[in-house]
């Protein structure tokens, strides 16, 4: 006997809602320091953002100060930091265009450039694959020090708020 859901029906509250969309390379490590990353994301998903998280380090007001968004070297989406008040490790990304997000491609490469403060958590390569979401790679790390890196990614997550 075949049986039918309807809205209402008990049995529908076992199904999970649909996931929105997010990149998120998880958690990083130590060392860390902050400055100024550049690099590459890669979604392998369409997806809507209007936040990007940071990771910081245990102990530590790691967070972001700014994001750039590119794409084919036009600036789509930015963001600046609040200072430590309210949800301080999440930054509002704003749609050049006005829009209440970006909607970043399948695909399609965008460039980044993320301005980090205190000690925000760090993934060691060069390219990272295991992203929820997508890739990012890092083609240029500065440190406060002055020290270059091409293998310093800041552990984010951008995503729909």
């Not at 979604?43 to 967070?63: A, E, F, M, Q």
């Not at 930015?78 to 997000?101: C, E, F, Q, S």
């Not at 694959?129 to 240029?140: L, N, R, V």
Request: net charge negative; with cysteine; glycine share 12%.
């Amino acid at each position: 006997m075949e049986r039918r859901l309807y809205v209402g029906d008990p049995l529908l509250g076992v199904i999970p809602p649909a996931a929105k969309p997010i990149f998120d390379t998880g958690h990083g490590t130590y060392p860390s320091i902050f400055e100024t990353h550049k690099g590459e994301i890669k979604p392998s998903d369409d997806i809507n953002v209007s936040r990007l998280y940071t990771y910081p380090c245990p102990g530590t007001g790691g967070h972001t100060e700014k994001i750039e968004l590119y794409e084919n070297g036009e600036l789509i989406a930015n963001g600046t930091w609040d200072g430590y008040k309210g949800d301080w490790h999440n930054i509002t990304l704003h749609n050049v265009t006005g829009a209440p997000y970006v909607r970043l491609l399948k695909g399609h490469r965008y460039n980044y450039t993320i301005v980090t403060g205190s000690y925000p958590q760090i993934i060691h390569e060069h390219e990272y694959d295991k992203a929820t979401g997508g890739t990012i790679t890092c083609t240029k790390f500065i440190d406060a020090n002055g020290k270059v890196y091409n293998d310093w990614i800041p552990a984010i997550k951008l995503y729909a708020a």
